[in-house]
């Protein structure tokens, strides 16, 4: 079982980008699913978080302008992000907690970052 994140790219201040992250393999469970980005030269933050019940948590500083979905049918959750500004720059990744199956506790697994970078 991984994660697969996809969709970063270069875009200007206001223009908008969604990223996904698709879980490939056979699980039977997912407890969660969160986005966290790291900026150059700091730490990895939590961006947004979707629970298997549909909870959802944002940073404060996306508040209003980013929103986390999932797509149970594709096993793939979407962060979309829009009025994007210079301070949104980063590595974005995707992390869940899910039981794969024959799983007896649950899996802590990160994706590869995405690159999401806002430039004039």
């Known amino acids: 079982v991984q994660l697969q994140a996809s969709g970063g790219g270069l875009v200007q201040p206001g223009e908008s980008l969604r990223l996904s992250c698709a879980i490939i393999?056979?699980?039977?469970?997912?407890?969660?699913v969160s986005w966290y980005r790291q900026a150059p030269g700091k730490q990895r933050d939590l961006v947004a978080k979707i629970t298997g019940g549909g909870t959802k948590t944002y940073a404060d500083s996306v508040k209003g302008r980013f929103t986390i979905s999932g797509d149970n049918t594709k096993d793939t959750v979407y962060l979309q992000m829009n009025s994007l500004t210079y301070e949104d720059t980063a590595d974005y990744y995707c992390?869940?907690?899910?039981?794969?199956?024959?799983?007896?506790?649950?899996?802590?697994?990160w994706g590869r970052g995405t690159q999401v970078t806002v430039s004039s």
């Open positions: 393999g056979s699980i039977y469970r997912v407890n969660a």
């Open positions: 992390n869940s907690a899910l039981y794969a199956s024959g799983d007896l506790s649950p899996r802590d697994l």
